[in-house]
């Protein structure tokens, strides 16, 4: 959905995860969206949160995105492993099969601007 403000109740929480264990994850194959949404969040909650993606970014983000900033992106399945208590940001994405790696309950804060559909991943806050 799109809001032109961010609800409150979001920010508070995204607030609340200011130097705190947190995964950014985002939609397979990710494009520059997703990807600068999350390295963007990133500089916000600082370097404990951390950028994982599913699988790969795509040709353009590997075109336009510093090398050291890519580098930077971990794998999702790796980081849950070993942080599996880690609140989990979801952004750019609602659908279940763009997220293989990711178990579907467990979005705790869910960003994005695509059209929902009855099967969409649904975020505690959102
Ligand atoms: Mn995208």
Do not use: W
């Amino acid at each position: 959905m799109y809001c032109k403000n961010p609800p409150k109740k979001l920010l508070l929480e995204l607030k609340k995860l200011r130097k705190k264990n947190c995964i950014v994850t985002f939609h397979s194959l990710a494009d520059l969206d997703a990807l600068c949404a999350a390295l963007t969040l990133q500089i916000e909650l600082g370097k404990n949160c951390i950028v994982a993606a599913q699988d790969r970014v795509n040709s353009q983000c590997k075109r336009v995105i510093e090398p050291s900033l890519l580098k930077n992106v971990q794998k999702f399945s790796e980081v849950i492993e070993k942080n599996k208590s880690s609140k989990i940001i979801l952004l750019d994405c609602n659908e279940k099969t763009l997220v293989p790696k990711m178990k579907k309950d467990r979005a705790q804060i869910l960003i994005d601007h695509h059209a929902k559909t009855k099967d969409s991943i649904k975020g505690q806050i959102e």
